[in-house]
């Protein structure tokens, strides 16, 4: 089992910078990918950024340039450093991190946090 607790988010303006961090806890040495997802109401979560142990990364192509995610394996931690901030950044983001499982890899995920981008 695979614990993720999420913190930072909240209101920004647009063109502005905010910084999520996700603390890992639990069965950490099995984690593989860890990353960020975002959701609107009603709407399907999608990938924003993820980020591998030995530290690949990938990005929606609507963040890249604006957005960074980094790791760190001692600390177990992974953090999403969002800049240049847009109205449609506007979301729950959610900490994501995989293992691997007997037949399938297994997905964890953190509480959310809401991130709001408005004048």
């Known amino acids: 089992q695979v614990q993720l607790v999420e913190s930072g988010g909240g209101l920004v303006q647009p063109g502005g910078s905010l910084r999520l961090s996700c603390a890992a806890s639990?069965?950490?040495?099995?984690?593989?990918?860890m990353g960020w997802y975002r959701q609107n109401q009603g709407k399907q979560r999608w990938l924003v950024a993820d980020i591998t142990t030995g530290g690949s990364t990938n990005y929606a192509d609507s963040v890249k340039g604006r957005f960074t995610i980094s790791r760190d394996n001692a600390k177990n931690t992974v953090t999403l450093q969002m800049n240049s901030l847009k109205p449609e950044d506007t979301a729950v983001y959610y900490c994501?991190?995989?293992?691997?499982?007997?037949?399938?890899?297994?997905?964890?995920w953190g509480q959310g946090t809401q991130v709001t981008v408005s004048s």
């Open positions: 994501h991190a995989q293992t691997p499982g007997a037949r399938m890899p297994i997905d964890y």
């Open positions: 639990g069965s950490i040495f099995s984690i593989n990918a």
